[in-house]
């Protein structure tokens, strides 16, 4: 069956954070702390609602608990922290009440290292935008531990963020990813909104139309700049051509091929190239 775009093999999509290292771990699943976090976090005693929901009184944000399908991608997500034990991370999007969510969303993202037994807070900081949406929907938010040393004494994590197109016609879907450190008690944001998968085309919704699609592979270098080590970005790209041959929808490459892009720390974050730039990358404060 003919596919409009598709994604790369998934040897292509392993995301290392060092050049002979396995996959990314981006999975979260479901955070059974999440009320806890609430309580804790925001000091509010509330109970959600049916669907899992609880306004806080400072801002007036939505916080939805649950990662069922009304809450899905907009509920607290969490993940132990593999490189410390003792930590727990959380990802909790702060929406705002809208008109038609079939039209958009608008929120933040709170980013949260928490004690993972007493789920105090160490380090925070909050994205501004970064879970607002509109004809490209947030489709998924997941925690990243692979291990990225990104410094001798410094682990960072990773959050992807998936967003999808709703035009049939102009299929698209972007993974960007977002790198996170610990430095002098602060959450330093040291890569802000890099591309790792990418998928767009355009099509006459039957068969014939042009595609291309792309996926990053990161690796650690061996040089450093400000504390940092580089980062190797391997792009893997590709682009095709469907038509209608003989009374069969055929899809031909026509383009592939690998670029290698060095990310040199800047002294506050790493410059990620242009064509690396994922679509959400300026929408956080």
């Known amino acids: 069956m003919f596919r409009p775009y598709s994604r790369l093999p998934a040897a292509a999509l392993l995301l290392s954070a060092v050049v002979t290292c396995g996959a990314a771990q981006a999975a979260s699943g479901p ?6 976090i609430v309580r804790t976090v925001y000091n509010n005693t509330d109970k959600p609602d049916a669907q899992g929901r609880i306004r806080l009184k400072e801002g007036h944000a939505i916080v939805t608990l649950s990662d069922a399908d009304v809450g899905a991608p907009f509920a607290v997500a969490c993940k132990a922290w593999p490189a410390n034990p003792d930590l ?7 929406m705002q009440d809208t008109p038609d969510p079939e039209n958009g969303h608008v929120g933040d993202l709170d980013v ?3 004690d993972k037994q007493t789920l105090q ?6 994205l501004v935008g970064l879970m607002s949406d509109d004809a490209v929907r947030i489709a998924g938010l997941a925690f990243d531990t692979a291990r990225y040393d990104v410094a001798t004494d410094k682990r960072a994590f990773g959050i992807r963020i998936e967003r999808e197109g709703a035009s049939r016609a102009n299929p698209f879907d972007e993974t960007s990813l977002r790198l996170f450190t610990v430095h002098d008690n602060e959450l330093r944001l040291v890569l802000d909104g890099m591309s790792v998968n990418r998928s767009s085309g355009v099509w006459d919704t039957t068969c014939a139309g042009e595609f291309s699609e792309s996926a990053v592979s990161l690796a650690i270098g061996d040089t450093q700049r ?8 391997t792009e893997s790209h590709s682009a095709s051509r469907a038509s209608m041959q003989q009374g069969d929808c055929k899809e031909k490459t026509v383009k592939q091929g690998k670029t290698r892009h060095t990310l040199t720390f800047d002294g506050k974050r790493y410059r990620i190239p242009a064509a690396l730039r994922s679509m959400d990358r300026d929408s956080a404060g």
């Open 31 to 36: 955070c059974p702390e999440a009320a806890g």
């Open 88 to 94: 727990l991370l959380v990802a909790v999007p702060l």
């Open 112 to 114: 949260l290292v928490l």
């Open 121 to 126: 807070v160490r380090q925070r900081r909050r």
């Open 226 to 233: 400000r504390g940092y080590r580089d980062l190797i970005a």
